[in-house]
């Protein structure tokens, strides 16, 4: 059944956003993000303290992409308020591993007893620090920080090999909202 479909979403105090047809940009304490929201039947609008996504004769099917851009938006009201945190464990049982940071790379030499090092590029925005066995990687886009993360912990991917035996590797033991 064909009906108007209206949502909104509440900006917090000291976050501000502007609309610019499909573009989304939140402005926040702790950082910018911005995305693009296309979808031939969904409208944007801007209405003062509010984002307000809009189908007119939606169906269901516009009723679950206006409940997505709904989350995504939730999410970059978050990650400007406060900043979205991946939490990664170094577990060396073999050999003992380097962990590095440089530029927008990701190190890790002596992996296995690897003579190569292996690289994971950094998505931009994303800040990554090493702390002894303990990264995190941090971002006002929870997208951006999920993809660094997801990238570092399949840089230490193990094939051929027992992984019962051999549990050497950069594993996620939290995420944002729920702990591992």
Do not use: W
């Amino acid at each position: 059944m064909k009906e108007t479909i209206k949502r909104s979403v509440e900006l917090s105090a000291g976050v501000s956003a502007h609309v610019n047809g499909a573009i989304v940009n939140i402005k926040g304490p702790k950082g910018e993000v911005q995305r693009e929201f296309v979808h031939p039947k969904v409208k944007i609008t801007l209405e003062e303290n509010k984002i307000v996504l809009v189908a007119e004769k939606g169906t269901k099917r516009e009723k679950t992409i206006i409940g997505a851009f709904r989350s995504h938006i939730r999410n970059m009201v978050q990650g400007v308020k406060e900043l979205h945190l991946y939490k990664l464990k170094v577990c060396s049982g073999h050999f003992p591993m380097t962990v590095t940071v440089s530029g927008h790379e990701f190190i890790i030499k002596n992996f296995l007893g690897e003579a190569v090092a292996r690289k994971a590029q950094i998505v931009p925005g994303v800040i990554v620090k090493v702390e002894g066995n303990d990264v995190t990687v941090t971002s006002a886009d929870l997208e951006a920080a999920g993809l660094t993360a997801a990238r570092i912990e399949n840089l230490c991917r193990i094939t051929n090999r027992d992984k019962r035996i051999f549990q050497d590797g950069c594993y996620i033991v939290q995420k944002p909202g729920q702990n591992l």
